[in-house]
């Protein structure tokens, strides 16, 4: 595997992730109106919108991380890196449901995770698809 353009990749994923959640809250927020379920710990900026944009750049590179780990360990690695991310994208669109808000809270911020999830997952396989055969 070529680590260089599985990490610049990684790079690109990241800013495209968080783009995309940036996106998401836009339309959820500012255009539907309806407030956005962020994590109570913004250790990353004072606005849901940089906490969810600066997670989706992170949950990226991990992503990228894992692959990488994955790889060099494991039979099949692409196999377990596509559950393992699946699952986590499920974890993260599902969390909100078990926060106090409202539904439409609860629905509007789980759609955003995962969009945010299936973007990270999808841009992640390409790339490795990519670092392989360099």
Known sequence: MNIVRLWTGALASAVVAALVAIVGYMVVDRLLEIPVVTPAWNWVGN???????????????????????????????????????????????????????????????????????????SLTNGVASSARTS
């Open 47 to 121: 606005t849901p919108m940089t906490t969810i944009a600066v997670h989706a750049a992170a949950a990226a590179l991990i992503a990228a991380a894992l692959l990488q780990l994955l790889t060099w360990t494991t039979p099949q690695p692409q196999t377990f890196f596509n559950w393992i991310a699946t699952l986590a994208t499920a974890v993260a669109a599902l969390w909100p449901f078990a926060v106090d808000a409202t539904t439409e809270s609860r629905v509007g911020s789980g759609v955003i995770y995962l969009v945010v999830g299936l973007t990270i997952v």
